[in-house]
């Protein structure tokens, strides 16, 4: 069986390297480096390295309600429209049959806790190089399955977690960070050759099934099945709702992600006071009200919880992110009643 054990290195290393500056280099231009936050779970011993990202160039403000739209009316295509979703059902029922055992039945060191802090982690690296939300989503899914799958120490953890990222980027983005990149993320913790290997033991893990359908696969079909979304604060939300509950290891494996997606819609939508239930979204999403009563109530459950967490706790890292002004401060709206039907 593969196993990372051969990548384990002395943690006091980790402790020198997070020390060290550097700059990094796109292109032509030199920017300043910036850091992620560092989580350090004191009681599992838990080190996510703290290293220098450089961010991409933003983009200029579009009409991004109208863009979801727009993609969203093109998926819609009689002709690939129902290929497109029962492709994603069939890989969705495909993999959740593949699911024989949890972290903590292949794990001797690494618990649903410490998976809660790389996934906090990540989505604040994805956040700086401003990786789509598919890539994140991409890359959770693969954490998961090679933890469910081979034995990883808890100094390798994070370098299990940058892989899975890399290759995430690989399949979603146009412009992938470098091997370099995720090198200096972690501050030399590992190196290029560390995870070149590492990305040939995680695909074979995976036995190289890269394409699986995710929350996001689901969410925005949802969303906008009626076209009644025209406030871009309707995607922010449900877009934090999806991130907030990633680090939350045994509610991805009691919901299904397309049935995560159908109640996070049902949320969002209910908060902003537009439908959020009908006789089309039943059918199209193929779950009843009560399928998704109980999932519901955990978000809600979730969420009030975060909410009142204190900042730089773990799993906050999707609440400080959509607090800011480019994604409409949704983390400080409060929700309505989870009885939403």
Not at 27 to 35: A, T, V
Request: hydrophobic share 40%; glycine share 2%.
């Amino acid at each position: 069986m593969n196993t990372f054990q051969i990548f384990d290195f002395e943690g006091e290393a980790s402790l020198k390297n997070s020390n060290r500056k550097r700059s990094r280099k796109i292109g032509s231009g030199s920017l300043p480096p910036r850091k992620c936050t560092r989580f350090h779970a004191e009681n599992e011993g838990v080190l996510l390295n703290p290293g220098k990202i450089v961010p991409k160039m933003k983009q200029n403000a579009v009409d991004l309600v109208s863009v979801c739209i727009d993609n969203f009316n093109r998926s819609l295509d009689p002709n690939y429209s129902q290929d497109i979703h029962d492709t994603h059902r069939e890989n969705e029922e495909s993999l959740w049959k593949e699911i024989k055992c949890t972290i903590e039945d292949v794990q001797p060191e690494v618990d649903h806790k410490m998976r809660a802090i790389l996934v906090d982690w990540l989505i604040e690296v994805a956040q700086e190089y401003s990786l789509k939300s598919e890539t994140l989503f991409l890359t959770v899914n693969y954490v998961d399955r090679v933890l469910e799958a081979v034995p990883v120490t808890r100094s390798t953890l994070q370098l299990v977690g940058c892989t899975c990222m890399l290759l995430a980027a690989k399949y979603e983005e146009v412009q992938v960070p470098l091997v370099d990149d995720f090198v200096s993320i972690t501050d030399n913790a590992y190196s290029r050759e560390e995870i070149l290997q590492t990305e040939l033991i995680v695909l074979n893990t995976l036995n190289f099934k890269l394409t699986v359908s995710t929350i996001k696969n689901f969410l925005m079909r949802f969303l906008l099945l009626h076209n009644d979304v025209k406030d871009m604060m309707v995607v922010h939300l449900a877009d934090y709702l999806a991130e907030m509950v990633l680090p939350f290891y045994f509610f991805h494996r009691k919901y299904r992600p397309s049935q995560i997606a159908a109640a996070i819609a049902c949320i969002a939508k209910h908060t902003f006071n537009l439908p959020s239930w009908s006789s089309t979204f039943e059918a199209y999403s193929q779950y009843t009200k009560n399928d998704l009563s109980q999932c519901i109530h955990e978000i809600f459950h979730i969420h009030g919880v975060l909410s009142v967490a204190a900042e730089g706790e773990p799993m906050t890292a999707a609440r400080q992110k959509y607090r800011q002004e480019n994604f409409g401060c949704v983390a400080n709206i409060p929700l309505l009643s989870p009885n939403i039907f």
